[in-house]
């Protein structure tokens, strides 16, 4: 059973259109061609742990990045519910594209929203081109899920703004290009006010990073310390003082994407193919049964967030619900599997196994309810927006 045979299944294209589905068949055919190629191991959490800035610029070529990008900015213009399509199949092959991830999903709509007419002319071509890789300088030690008591601050120079403080799990500093940095750049009594973003060089004097490893020992997220970094105005993102409202509405597209519910899914393939071969019992098909009716409303309401973004809206509240529901999936869906096959420990050393994607799934699955925002904290987003309607 291979996982072609298996997407059908997963993902209906009931709220696409027919450009989609051949879409679809064509994003298909080229992950056929990586994994002869060998770059599409089927791991989860593809879009994290998969840095490969080959296989995102061979993705680029076919018009794959930076595709709700205007095409006179180098995007090919086809709307979030198109690039859905691409990241569905993506995210399902477990294919390795955390390099352009962020550029793709949030900093060039980010900058093509707020940036001025320079920076989308600098950046988004180069992001489209997959030759431009972003991270996110949101969080802080401090902090935690309370994004507007941010200390980082930006002091105002002749020419520019002058950089301090440190930016906590800055996934992927060490190996891209530019981060978003969100900081204080005027005292105010609203701690909402008084908040500014900017595109920083992460190779500029006065930036170190430094590795904070997840427990399987990997370096994916970063402590980045703004030691005194000189950012020129031109990389003031947006307007002094708005950055709270830019970074909520950019929080829209980092938490209602396909990332959400898809990061564990090559491990609901790999028990698949395990049944298959096991003959399943009904109590066990009943129980993928249920993970995969779960899947099937999220993605609904993920694919209405997208419609509302192609549409201009900031589904705030929705995106923040398909996080909360989908990270909740991803970690039943890992406890599932390990209910339905326990694994003695000596098998999780072979590579590419079931046991073997089994361990890195549950290494990883402590972050799915915190990154992208905490789910607590997500539940009164969703509460405040539902009262104001």
Request: hydrophobic residues 40%; glycine residues 10%; proline residues 5%.
């Amino acid at each position: 059973m291979s996982p072609s045979t298996l997407s059908p299944i997963a993902f209906p294209d009931v709220a696409l259109p027919e450009s989609a589905r051949r879409l679809r068949t064509e994003v298909r055919a080229f992950l056929d061609e990586e994994r002869a190629r060998g770059t599409v191991l089927g791991r989860p959490d593809s879009w994290l742990a998969g840095w490969d800035p080959g296989f995102s610029r061979r993705l680029a070529e076919r018009g794959w990045v930076g595709m709700a990008l205007p095409t006179e900015y180098g995007g090919a213009g086809r709307g979030f519910l198109e690039r859905c399509v691409v990241i569905e199949e993506l995210l399902a092959a477990g294919a390795p594209v955390s390099a352009h991830w962020v550029s793709d999903r949030q900093a060039g709509p980010s900058i093509l929203q707020h940036g001025t007419e320079e920076q989308r002319r600098f950046f988004l071509p180069r992001i489209a081109a997959g030759q431009c890789f972003f991270s996110i300088g949101m969080s802080e030690k401090n902090s935690g899920s309370d994004l507007a008591s941010v200390a980082t601050r930006a002091e105002r120079t002749a020419d520019g703004w002058w950089l301090t403080g440190t930016k906590m799990w800055t996934g992927g500093a060490h190996v891209n290009d530019y981060a978003i940095v969100l900081a204080r750049t005027d005292d105010a009594e609203d701690k909402h006010a008084g908040l500014s973003q900017f595109v920083v060089d992460l190779r500029a004097p006065g930036v170190r990073v430094e590795p904070i490893r997840l427990m399987s020992g990997e370096h994916r997220f970063n402590a980045v310390h703004l030691d005194g970094v000189d950012v020129p105005d031109g990389m003031l993102l947006g307007e002094r003082g708005g950055g709270w409202k830019q970074v909520t509405g950019e929080l829209a597209f980092e938490r209602s994407g396909p990332e959400r519910y898809l990061s564990a899914f090559p491990l609901l393939v790999s028990l698949l193919r395990e049944l298959e071969r096991r003959s399943a019992t009904a109590e066990q098909l009943t129980q993928v049964g249920i993970l995969t009716a779960r899947l099937h409303s999220i993605r609904r309401l993920s694919l209405g967030v997208a419609a509302a973004l192609d549409a201009g809206a900031s589904p705030d509240t929705h995106a923040a619900l398909v996080k909360d529901l989908g990270t909740r999936l991803e970690v039943a869906l890992v406890d599932t599997v390990r209910s339905i096959l326990p694994t003695p420990a000596d098998q999780y050393a072979t590579p590419g196994s079931h046991p073997e994607l089994l361990a890195f799934a549950l290494l990883h699955s402590p972050g799915y309810t915190l990154r992208g925002g905490t789910n607590e904290i997500l539940r009164g987003i969703i509460t405040r927006g539902l009262e104001q309607h």
